[in-house]
């Protein structure tokens, strides 16, 4: 018995549909309904949202199998997933931890600026938005490299810090824990609500270049190692460092930071698939 056209038309069809809802549901509805179970908070008074963007590591031309289709794809995840988060969470400031392109430190010239032209494609920055940039090893070094002063004079030339609407609040300043003590100013409020320092890596584990740089902070942002944290340091005896693990579960955390309160640092995990 054979059956009719119209009935192994919509045999075929079947599966079709299946994958056509895949595709869909893989490149774009999951990032829309992800972002809408993000837990939104009361405004009272003055908020600020943060938006913090770690180790992107924009795939490079070099150590890549199948460079040009990783590249595509890696950049297509990453501009996704960057629209949904601004559409949803309509930050005032945007802040990236470090490891923006993963071959920074050592690509060609040709290959670092061709990088460049995609991470701005991919991270847009709107006229007048706030946002400050730091480097991490894989754009000048310092991990297990000599740290390349050519290439953070060109990172820092490239990505320019625009502070205009945090600078009368906040306090940030900038550490890089591969060096010996350093701290860079970036924004100097008289009377700041808080005192934040941003570093690549974590400052309250051992094994980088530890310094006393961090003890006066409030708030640390850092990132490199690819999980999520808090740290809580105690700044009365007996100064301990207490470390809680973030998984997707976790209850959103809420904490008060200032002089009087422990130093809060907050370790974003990447935001790349890689």
């Not at 070094?141 to 004079?153: A, D, H, L």
């Not at 700041?192 to 003890?215: C, Q």
Request: charged share 25%.
């Amino acid at each position: 018995m054979r059956s009719s056209p119209s009935r192994r038309g919509y045999i075929y069809g079947i599966p079709a549909l299946l994958l056509g809802f895949v595709v869909l549901w893989n490149e774009s509805w999951s990032y829309w309904w992800l972002s809408t179970q993000w837990v939104e908070h009361e405004e009272k008074g003055r908020c600020d949202r943060i938006l913090i963007v770690a180790d992107p590591q924009l795939i490079g031309y070099k150590n890549e199998k199948f460079g040009s289709i990783a590249r595509w794809d890696s950049d297509r995840y990453l501009s996704t997933g960057y629209s949904y988060a601004k559409w949803r969470f309509r930050p005032n400031a945007v802040i990236f931890l470090g490891d923006l392109f993963d071959e920074g430190f050592d690509s060609s010239d040709d290959d670092w600026h061709e990088t460049y032209e995609r991470f701005i494609g991919i991270y847009t920055i709107d006229n007048g938005d706030n946002t400050i940039y730091i480097a991490g090893d894989n754009d000048i070094g310092g991990e297990s490299e000599i740290i390349s002063e050519s290439r953070r004079n060109q990172f820092y030339n490239y990505f320019r810090n625009n502070v205009t609407d945090l600078k009368n609040r906040y306090s940030f300043s900038e550490t890089y824990l591969f060096e010996n003590r350093n701290l860079k100013e970036i924004t100097k409020a008289q009377v700041p609500i808080a005192k934040v320092m941003l570093t690549h890596v974590p400052y309250f584990i051992e094994g980088y270049k530890h310094t006393d740089v961090g003890i006066g902070m409030d708030l640390i942002l850092s990132a490199h190692d690819h999980t999520t944290g808090i740290y809580e340091y105690q700044r009365n005896p007996p100064q301990a460092v207490l470390f809680s693990r973030i998984y997707d579960g976790s209850p959103t955390y809420i904490s008060k930071i200032g002089q009087t309160e422990p130093i809060v640092e907050l370790q974003t995990p990447t935001c790349s698939y890689r």
